[in-house]
């Protein structure tokens, strides 16, 4: 079992930063890709950072500019610049393990409980 826990959250006027943090429980044996994702209310839940196969970052078009993502093995943080009212949402992490040694009952994808992020005009 492998959890992952966020934290960082928080109510913020407009303009203001916050950087969430994410920590997934540590197994030496598997590759760590780090996500984060988000959900607003009533609405579904979506992308909003990542990495792809050659470890470049990528980012959803609303937060290209101002969200900056990192990861140091099952440890990650985004950091959120110029929040903006419509930035408002759940904020959840997901640790995909993998890797040729990883065991085949680790390998998956695990998600946080989330963390919310309130931003007021």
């Known amino acids: 079992q492998v959890n992952v826990v966020e934290s960082g959250g928080g109510s913020v006027q407009k303009g203001a930063s916050l950087t969430l943090s994410c920590e997934a429980s540590k197994n030496s044996a598997c590759r760590y890709d780090m996500s984060w994702y988000r959900q607003a209310p009533g609405k579904e839940r979506e992308f909003v950072s990542g990495?792809?196969?050659?470890?470049n970052p990528t980012y959803a078009d609303s937060v290209k500019g101002r969200f900056t993502i990192s990861q140091d093995e099952g440890t990650s943080l985004l950091r959120m610049n110029s929040l903006k009212p419509e930035d408002t949402a759940m904020y959840f992490c997901k640790a995909t393990l993998g890797g040729s040694v990883c065991p085949d009952w680790v390998e998956g994808d695990y998600w946080g409980q989330g963390t919310q992020v309130t931003v007021s005009s």
């Open positions: 990495f792809n196969r050659f470890r």
